[in-house]
């Protein structure tokens, strides 16, 4: 299973609608081992208007929606043939498939929305293998000793000098070994 994150193009405005049919179809054709996330790029604002404070979701790449998929040819027909999909960005089109986004790609939009690419829980859990990413200790694998949900972060049991040494790394910095 090689799972990764692919940039759907969607009619603008109709984000969420392409996400609901999408979550919807992933159920009805039993496709959850292939298609993980649908995720809409947007973030929360506060707007002062008249002295009255508004909360305001705004879509931080309008006509895109995230997709976390195996690119199966079954899972690939589905999300292309969605109503609202006009296609995957970075395929040349003529039936080639799309590249997926790089993984500090998709970190970046995730983080910014507050979520991340790797979903505790149901991906990590304590006692897994993960390699540090970034950092001081790039490079390094360890285990995991403990996850802190609220600050998105986790500490990690490496090697150093012969001795576990527990250090603490971002989700960010990470990935399952």
Same mark, same amino acid.
């Given at each position: 299973?090689d799972k ?5 193009? =969607? ?10 049919k *999408?979550? #919807?179809r992933?159920n009805? #054709? ?5 298609i993980?996330?649908?995720v809409v790029p947007?973030? &929360?604002e506060? +707007?002062i208007k ?5 909360e305001?979701v705004?879509? *931080?790449?309008?006509?895109y929606?995230l997709?976390?998929?195996? #690119? =199966?040819?079954e899972?690939w027909? %589905?999300?292309?043939n =969605?109503p609202g999909? /006009?296609?995957? %960005?970075?395929?040349s089109?003529?039936?080639? &498939? !799309? /590249?997926?986004l790089?993984?500090?790609?998709v970190? &970046? ?21 993960v390699k %540090?990413l970034?950092g001081?200790?790039k490079?390094?694998?360890? &285990?995991? +000793?403990s996850i802190?949900l609220?600050?998105q972060?986790? /500490?990690?049991?490496i ?5 576990e =040494? !527990?250090?603490?790394v ?8």
């Amino acid at each position: 299973m090689d799972k990764q994150w692919y940039v759907v193009n =969607t009619y603008s405005g109709h984000e969420n609608k392409v996400k609901e049919k *999408l979550d #919807m179809r992933i159920n009805s #054709m039993d496709m959850q081992q292939h298609i993980f996330r649908v995720v809409v790029p947007e973030q &929360k604002e506060v +707007e002062i208007k008249d002295g009255v404070k508004k909360e305001k979701v705004k879509k *931080l790449f309008p006509g895109y929606v995230l997709i976390e998929m195996d #690119m =199966t040819d079954e899972a690939w027909y %589905i999300v292309r043939n =969605t109503p609202g999909v /006009t296609g995957f %960005i970075g395929s040349s089109g003529k039936g080639a &498939k !799309p /590249t997926p986004l790089m993984p500090h790609e998709v970190d &970046k939009v995730l983080n910014s929305m507050g979520l991340s690419r790797i979903e505790i829980g149901n991906e990590l859990q304590k006692g897994d293998q993960v390699k %540090i990413l970034d950092g001081p200790f790039k490079s390094m694998y360890g &285990k995991v +000793e403990s996850i802190d949900l609220e600050n998105q972060s986790l /500490t990690v049991l490496i090697d150093l000098f012969g001795q576990e =040494t !527990p250090v603490d790394v971002n989700l960010v910095q990470i990935e399952k070994a």
